[in-house]
């Protein structure tokens, strides 16, 4: 009785408690990364605090349009570059969630196979 009930558990709650922490590791990541709202901010300015309109001369006025531009330009690599990582580390959390979950539902057979190996006195070709 209390292998059945390990075996509910295990393929039952306990394998929808380890997705449901996966998914919360992933969350939590997409979180951290905030990909959608750098998305969202692309293009805006990167660190820079006067980024409104500018009066006076032409000349002033032209510096400061380069001077938004080549902001907006690096707050674009910055957050493209952001934005990759938190692609490749959610990429990766998702891919290990996956195989932890494969490794959850095999974990308890392997005994049963191992002692299976064991009887019929099998070893490995590397030994």
Not at 44 to 67: E, H
Not at 104 to 114: C, S
Request: no cysteine; net charge positive.
């Amino acid at each position: 009785m209390f292998l059945v009930g390990l075996m509910q558990w295990w393929y039952g709650r306990g394998w929808a408690e380890e997705a449901s922490r996966i998914g919360r590791r992933i969350k939590g990541a997409a979180d951290f990364f905030s990909i959608g709202q750098l998305f969202k901010t692309l293009f805006s300015p990167f660190r820079q605090i006067s980024a409104g309109r500018v009066g006076g001369s032409l000349s002033i006025q032209f510096r400061a349009f380069i001077d938004r531009l080549i902001s907006r330009i690096v707050g674009a690599f910055v957050r493209s570059g952001t934005i990759l990582v938190g692609l490749v580390v959610l990429f990766g959390h998702l891919l290990a969630g996956a195989v932890a979950l494969a490794i959850w539902l095999i974990l308890p057979i392997l005994p049963v196979a191992g002692f299976i190996l064991m009887a019929i006195d099998w070893i490995p070709r590397w030994m």
